[in-house]
Structures are given as C-alpha cells and as structure tokens.
C-alpha cells in the first residue's frame, strides 16, 4: 500500500471517529433523532435485511463569525481530513453566511457551516458573542474537540430570552455552544420510501412534529433538492438562574436531483434553508 493509501485511510478513520462523537453529543441532547434513525433503519431492513447504517447527507454546525472560532477555524478540522470548500450562501434577514464543504468520496457527509454576521448584529447580540468567545482557548480550537465541546462560557435564561428577541440563532448558540446542530438523513440512500411524502407521513404517524415553515418540504425537484425535518425537540438546559426546556437539535431529511450533467446536485438552496433555521424557532413550539 502507497503512502498516500495509507493516509487516506487513516484520514477516513480519524473522519469516522469525528463524526461519531458529533452524533453520539447530538443524540445525548435529541434523544428523539436516535429513535427516528433507529425507526428507519429498521424500516430499511425489511427491504434490505443487510443495512447497517442510514447514510448522512450532511451536518449542520453554527459559530460566530469572530476569527478564533469563525467557518475557517472549524472548517479547518474538516480540510485536514480531506474535506474541499463548495458552495457559499447568504441570509441577509438572519445575518448569516454559510459555506458547505464536501469530501472526494460522495459516501462522507457534506458539511454545511453557518457564522452569525456580528457587525450586523445590536450592540448587545455582539457584546454576548464577544464576551462568549473570550473564555474559549486557542488550543482547543486548534483540536477537533471543539466541534462539539459543546457551551463554554457561563449563561444565563434571562440572557437567552433577550437574544432569543433579536436572533433565534444567537440564542441557541448562546445556550449550545459548539456542536451538530443537526444531521440529514440522505433519503436518496433510502429503499423504502419513494418520495419524501412518504417519509413525512411515516414520521407523523410515529409521532413526531414537522416543521411547517415554508411547507413541510422546501425546495422542489426543479431546484434539485428537496428537504424536510422534524421541530427541534425540547431539552432541559442548567443556565446560572435554573434550568429551563428550550427547542435543542432537529433531525433533517434530503433528496437530491440530477443536474444535466447527470451527476447529483450537492449543493444547497439558501431559501430552503432560510425556512429550515426555523425548526429551532421557539415560536414555532409555542403554536
Ligand atoms: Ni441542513
């Protein structure tokens, strides 16, 4: 074996690992995205007895766009491991901007990374950020570790809500800190659903809420992606004045099209997922 073999390996083991503990810390705070894979899976297998796993389209993290720990800092845990930069996007209304990376073997996850614009932002959304990031250390930004280390500043629930004011997104990573915030089944990889209606309906009949905004499925076959996820589910969070239920991660479905070059389209569409941001929406939880 070449030595470029033998690190690709290494490199796709060191991937592997990665995204084992993005998930087993996704799932710790939605237990409800577990149940759903593990539902599927078993779905699947009545097709296919031989599936061992559900195939990820792709996983979402969020940051601040301050230069210790903007999209380059985490991204750059996925460049070392062979992951290239694809597209870009913008969301002018929630002063975003997001990069999605991609790796050579289409079988690895995309990686879709969100900053929240701070010079956008009130003085006192970019006051939090600021006083955030000053208890994050250089050296764990520098290991993987930091894609799901998790909150590390202190936080407090009065805090929360006046974000939550301004910026759901600020809210959340305010309360959340570094880690998936959410995964993507790849419903291409699926046997036994032919259409991602379907999918919803198996979900909703096992129980499980939708998100509604923009419809229950963003994008169309035209735009070469359709998505769907489920409504964050609630988790008790300890904030410095008590522990509170706020909306945590979400689990997200895509079906990817053909272009005309026949290959599938990897990209995203920035208005689908402008209405995906809002599976963690409070609001949405209050209807
Ligand atoms: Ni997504």
Excluded at 38 to 43: A, E, G, P, S, T
Excluded at 109 to 130: G, N, T
Excluded at 166 to 184: D, K, M, P
Aim: charged share 25%; net charge negative.
């Amino acid at each position: 074996m070449g030595s470029n073999l033998k690190s690709e390996s290494g490199s796709k083991e060191a991937l592997e690992g990665l995204f084992d503990h993005l998930w087993q810390d996704y799932i710790r705070s939605n237990p409800q995205a577990k149940r759903i894979y593990d539902l599927i899976l078993k779905r699947e297998q009545t097709v296919n007895p031989g599936t061992k796993a559900l195939t990820n389209d792709h996983i979402a993290l969020r940051t601040y766009d301050l230069p210790l720990v903007g999209i380059e800092a985490l991204a750059k845990h996925f460049r070392n491991l062979g992951y290239e930069q694809g597209g870009e996007y913008f969301f002018e209304q929630k002063k975003l901007y997001a990069r999605h990376y991609q790796h050579r073997d289409p079988s690895m996850p995309k990686i879709f990374i969100s900053e929240l614009e701070l010079a956008k932002c009130s003085p006192f959304v970019r006051e939090v950020a600021q006083r955030c990031v000053a208890s994050v250390s250089d050296s764990l930004v520098s290991q993987p570790e930091i894609l799901w280390a998790g909150r590390l500043w202190p936080a407090d629930h009065a805090t929360y809500e006046k974000l939550l004011a301004e910026s759901e997104y600020a809210a959340w990573l305010y309360a959340f800190g570094f880690r998936a915030n959410h995964f993507t089944v790849s419903f291409n990889d699926l046997k036994s659903f032919k259409e991602l209606t379907e999918l919803n309906d198996f979900l909703r009949g096992s129980g499980f809420a939708l998100n509604t905004s923009g419809g229950e499925i963003k994008g169309n076959p035209g735009e070469l992606l359709e998505q769907s996820s489920t409504l964050a589910e609630k988790t008790k969070v300890q904030f410095g004045d008590g522990v509170f239920e706020i909306p945590s991660c979400y689990y997200e479905f895509a079906r990817r099209y053909a272009g005309q070059s026949g290959d599938l389209y990897q990209g995203f569409i920035a208005a689908s997922a402008d209405k995906i941001f809002e599976s963690t929406n409070v609001a949405s939880h209050r209807g």
